[in-house]
């Protein structure tokens, strides 16, 4: 498969990289309104820079694009790539808004081509660990989910794009917090009733930097998430509460600590004892996502993380949103 990749950031840098490891596909161009940036990319991973994304999709011999560009320009680009035949892999969030989302699931379906959302998260190995652990009922039924995330922040942040909710669509949930939420899905399934708080407590911002929000299930399970801009370290801590036990991942490797993922019963009188495994090395979370996305569309199935999680989880995200606004809960999310 031949790829091109629209977008010289930080993390259209993250997945050319990756892509060019995978060894999945061949990586032909990398465009950027900043052709310096795409030209430092290109020259290092072999391929040709652009300036305009619509070379990358004017090219014929590319299959797939993937995009990595502020959140505005999703859609629209999205919604081309597919439009010429083009696989599709964007960056979370999917879009700004869910019709803006859902039209690029239209355009998906109608022209025949696959459609994934950057949700890097479901493919840690130590997410990946607590899901099995569930999946095989190893902590029995499941009660309720919990999830803290959250990272410093940087000097000139309120400068950002990501700060401005015209282009990005929201504040730090929408960043960060969206990854959160997906994981949340994947365990327990869609939501029924969502709860939200958000405030700005330190970044001079019209775009909030902490989130507190409470989501159930129509079977009354329940998950409980804070997405934090003001946590002063970079901090995973993802647990799930089962009749028979729990799992616990921490870390996500790097800055945030060494990966590990911990399995525990519940005893009322024994000791406690953890069945606990630690990921050392490089994160190849973005390495495994894009070697399915080249696996779903060789085998014609979706791949994990698809179009329509990335819908599911911006509705789950305007909702808390919502709820913040109103103070009060929002039913029937899905």
């Known amino acids: 498969m031949k790829v091109g990749v629209i977008g010289a950031g930080l993390q259209g840098a993250r997945r050319a990289t990756a892509i060019k490891q995978s060894g999945a596909a061949s990586l032909v161009m990398i465009a950027d309104m900043n052709l310096k940036a795409a030209g430092t990319i290109a020259e290092q991973l072999d391929c040709q820079p652009a300036n305009d994304w619509r070379e990358v999709i004017a090219r014929?011999?590319?299959d797939s694009v993937v995009i990595?560009?502020?959140t505005h320009l999703h859609a629209e680009m999205s919604i081309a790539a597919m439009e010429a035949?083009?696989?599709v892999l964007c960056e979370k969030p999917l879009a700004r808004t869910?019709?803006?989302?859902a039209e690029m699931l239209?355009?998906?379906a109608s022209r025949g081509v696959t459609l994934k959302c950057g949700f890097n998260y479901r493919y840690h190995p130590g997410i990946r660990q607590a899901k099995k652990w569930l999946d095989e009922g190893e902590i029995g039924e499941l009660m309720l989910l919990r999830c803290r995330h959250g990272i410093c922040g940087r000097p000139g942040y309120e400068k950002e794009w990501k700060t401005k909710p015209q282009l990005s669509g929201g504040g730090h949930m929408m960043e960060q917090g969206i990854h959160i939420v997906d994981l949340f899905r994947w365990f327990a399934g869609d939501f029924s009733q969502v709860t939200g708080h958000t405030a700005t407590y330190f970044w001079n911002t019209p775009s909030e930097d902490n989130t507190f929000a409470l989501l159930v299930t129509p079977k009354r399970q329940t998950a409980?998430?804070?997405s934090s801009l003001t946590e002063w370290r970079n901090l995973f801590s993802f647990e799930v509460f089962g009749k028979e036990g729990y799992v616990k991942v921490e870390g996500l490797g790097g800055s945030y600590g060494v990966e590990q993922a911990a399995l525990g019963k519940r005893s009322f009188t024994?000791?406690?004892t953890e069945e606990v495994i630690e990921y050392r090395g490089a994160d190849m979370s973005l390495q495994a996502e894009w070697q399915d996305f080249a696996n779903a569309i060789e085998q014609q199935r979706e791949p994990s993380g698809n179009g329509n999680d990335g819908l599911q989880a911006l509705?789950?995200?305007h909702a808390i949103y919502e709820s913040a606004a109103s103070g009060l809960p929002v039913a029937n999310v899905s």
Do not use: N, R, Y
Request: charged fraction near 20%.
């Open 315 to 317: 509705k789950l995200v």
């Open 98 to 101: 869910i019709a803006e989302a």
């Open 270 to 272: 024994a000791p406690f």
């Open 106 to 108: 239209k355009t998906s």
């Open 68 to 70: 990595c560009t502020p």
């Open 60 to 62: 014929q011999d590319i």
């Open 85 to 87: 035949g083009k696989h």
């Open 224 to 226: 409980v998430l804070h």
